[in-house]
């Protein structure tokens, strides 16, 4: 072989690409259910926009982004988040706010790629703008849960936490600057940076020995304002109300430095290692650092592929929703096209075996049985012989082996009750 893809990248082939396209769409119909439209972003943008975002101290910008210059010159970044895209988006088109947004895409981030960690990969995400209402928090956790419990993840569990806002963070800094100064010592390289620069940080770390270091340390949960307190309560009880189970987890920060009040995220034990399908937060203040009005907002994102990596496998020998119209001679095609059209004017994925028609094919029907086989199809229609003569033609059940005479006006009808998926 040449050519390999370069690491940390997936090819979607089928009948995976499939199951992502069912995802997708599951995921866009949830959301237009509840009010959210869709959005579309650069998959590049300038580099500023991700570091006023993230945080110039954040792993991500740190260390994780595909940052090039252009040939003009200019400092140009792949994506590797969607929040900071959609809020450059809405200022700059002008979008009348509130505004709910969902957005499905490719991100990019320079990590080492293990089960579950790509450098490409993909995310579905939420951004409710300019909602303060912790119901609102509540609404749109939920939402993520709903795609993931539609998709079939049974065991998505859900965690939650508040880091305060402005005005009690400053001072739960100070406690935990405090807390981790004694401690020094025992911080890798990396912290002794976060503390400088974002102390909340050191409670995303993966190292051991940073961990323990954590042992007592101050929670922001415990040092909220009390604006801050009374949202918090609020959310869970809105999620209590939604009878959706929720863990408090009070490391639970987020790497990035613009959320505010509710972090939360759902895990799964099916994963591995990355056990996050997803997370979201609050983030009142990005609007504004970006040179627009004050404006609350929460959203979420999922990774599609953690999401199917959790979703229990389906049957690998499932059949498609797809039908092969057969002939049995040559002069029998036009009339196979002819249903062929019929089909696909009746939204029945149809497909037809020409190749079996070349010379270098003698032994045409199994040709064409070989092919629709391959093609995993459901079921064929077979056209000629003396069904034919009939008015008939045969509806074969690919899955069954069971076939069937059906009069040609029929066959439409009859096909789709065999593929009850094909015209959903
Ligand atoms: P984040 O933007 O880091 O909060 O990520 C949100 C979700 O995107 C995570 O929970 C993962 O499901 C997914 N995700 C983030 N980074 C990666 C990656 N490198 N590879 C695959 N999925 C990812």
Redesign the pocket.
């Known amino acids: 072989m040449k050519f390999r893809r370069p690491k ?1 990248t997936l090819d979607s082939v089928p009948p995976e690409s499939g199951h992502r396209q069912a995802a997708r769409e599951l995921f866009g119909r949830l959301c237009r259910l509840a009010g959210f439209q869709e959005i579309g972003t650069p998959t590049f943008e300038h580099t500023d926009v991700f570091i006023r975002s993230a945080g110039s101290g954040s792993d ?1 910008v740190a260390k ?1 982004m595909y940052s090039f210059k252009d040939r003009a010159g200019r400092d140009l970044t792949l994506r ?3 929040t900071p895209g959609v809020v450059r988006a809405v200022l700059e088109n002008g979008l009348r706010l509130p505004c709910r947004l969902f957005y499905a895409g490719a ?1 990019f ?1 320079y ?1 080492q ?1 293990q089960k ?4 490409e ?3 579905f995400g939420v951004e409710a703008l300019g909602e303060a209402s912790a119901r609102t928090d509540a609404e749109v956790i939920r939402l993520g849960h709903e795609f993931f419990r539609h998709l079939g993840i049974a065991d998505c569990r859900l965690v939650v936490n508040s880091i305060g806002c402005r005005d009690c963070r400053p001072g739960y800094h100070k406690l935990l600057v405090g807390y981790l100064n004694e401690r020094r010592d025992r911080l890798c390289a990396d912290c002794l940076v976060r503390l400088e620069r974002n102390p909340l940080r050191v409670f995303d770390c993966k190292n051991e020995t940073c961990h323990r270091a954590l042992g007592a340390a101050p929670v922001p949960r415990l040092h909220l304002c009390p604006t801050c307190a009374e949202h918090f309560a609020a959310v869970l009880a809105e999620l209590g109300r939604l009878e959706l189970p929720f863990a408090v987890s009070d490391r639970l920060v ?3 430095d613009y959320y505010n009040r509710t972090t939360f ?2 895990l799964s034990d099916a994963l591995g290692a ?1 056990d ?5 937060g609050r983030y009142d203040y990005l609007v504004e650092e970006f040179g627009g009005p004050a404006t609350p907002a929460v959203g ?8 199917l990596l959790a979703v229990p496998a389906a049957p690998t020998a499932a059949r498609l929703p797809l039908v092969f119209v057969v002939w049995l001679t040559e002069a029998d095609i036009p009339q196979a096209q002819e249903l062929l059209a019929r089909l696909r004017e009746a939204d029945i994925p149809a497909r037809i075996d020409y190749d079996a028609s070349l010379p270098a094919h003698p032994k045409k029907l199994k040709h064409q049985v070989r092919t629709a086989d391959a093609a995993r199809a459901r079921g064929c229609v077979i056209v000629g012989g003396e069904e034919l003569g009939r008015g008939a033609c045969g509806v074969k059940d690919l899955a069954t082996g069971v076939q069937t005479e059906v009069p040609l006006t029929d066959v439409v009808e009859r096909v789709r009750a065999l593929l009850p998926t094909a015209s959903a």
């Open positions: 940390g991500i994780e590797p988040e969607g991100f981030r990590n790629p579950g960690r790509c450098r990969f993909h995310q987020r790497g990035l995220e759902y990355q996050s399908l997803g997370g979201g979420f994102a999922l990774g599609l592929e953690r999401a």
